[in-house]
């Protein structure tokens, strides 16, 4: 009877265990790796607005023309565009009545069998500032442009006061609503993880459009104005640590 004696290459084991040992090791560390997640945290918002009268004005004056030269209404949007910077610089005061030039377009007209028929274009003039009836009157007075557009706005001056008396309201209702989480879920204080800080103010206010069109009845009279109201908010949001 012969025997005989088979080899086995156990290397291949060896190797299948040394992966799956590296493997283990691998997930291991990247458990150990992952943050705790924490304890004690709350999320919290809060909000305050101020109501504030929005102390500047803009008002928009244009100036159209047509006609069959292009030089020629160009000239003309330039006298009148001329005429009303010089009424206005009559009275212009920093910060209160300033004035400066807009768009400024000149464009070819079509006919309809697409041939050239004339050349159209128009001249703006921005005349804006925080007193009010100056500026009204003065765009009464101005008789070589229209109005065009009218808005209220806030100056950076309002504007960061407000922001400075919502941001401190914003803050203490946040600082409020911490200390009472707190208080309710059993612990003895807080720390301030994260926080963001954001504002916001409504848009400009349009004036409505009957006061502009009283104004192309009534030449030399003043635009009729009121100051609006528009209101700036901050937002206050974040994470705190409640301890014990």
């Known amino acids: 009877m012969n025997f005989s004696c088979t080899r086995f290459d156990l290397s291949g084991v060896r190797r299948l265990g040394a992966c799956v040992g590296a493997l283990a090791l691998i997930s ?7 943050p705790a997640v924490p304890c004690g945290v ?61 768009n400024f377009s000149l464009n070819p007209r079509y006919s309809t069998k697409n041939t050239l028929a004339g050349w159209q274009g128009s001249a703006e003039l921005v005349l804006e500032g925080r007193d009010l009836q100056g500026l009204s009157q003065l765009a009464g007075r101005i008789q070589s442009m229209n109005i065009a557009r009218v808005s209220q706005s806030l100056s950076r001056e309002q504007r960061e006061k407000a922001e400075a008396s919502a941001m401190t309201q914003a803050i203490g209702r946040y600082r409020a609503q911490a200390a009472e989480v707190t208080k309710q879920f059993g612990y003895t204080g807080y720390t301030v993880r994260e ?5 916001n103010e ?7 459009m009957f006061a502009v069109r009283a ?29 014990k």
Request: overall charge negative; charged content about 15%.
């Open 28 to 34: 291991t560390a990247a458990v150990a790796s992952e």
């Open 42 to 102: 709350v999320a919290l918002t809060a909000t305050a607005s101020v109501d504030v009268t929005r102390d500047m004005l803009s008002i928009t004056l244009v100036a159209t023309r047509d006609g069959n030269d292009a030089s020629a209404v160009q000239s003309s949007l330039k006298q009148a565009l001329d005429t009303a910077l010089n009424e206005a610089r009559n009275v212009a005061r920093p910060g209160q009545i300033e004035a400066r030039t807009g």
């Open 195 to 199: 926080v963001n800080v954001s504002t």
């Open 202 to 208: 409504a848009g400009p206010g349009p004036v409505p």
């Open 215 to 243: 104004m192309a009845v009534q030449a030399d009279a003043p635009l009729p104005v009121e100051a609006g109201q528009t209101s700036v908010s901050v937002t206050v949001n974040g994470t705190v640590q409640m301890a």
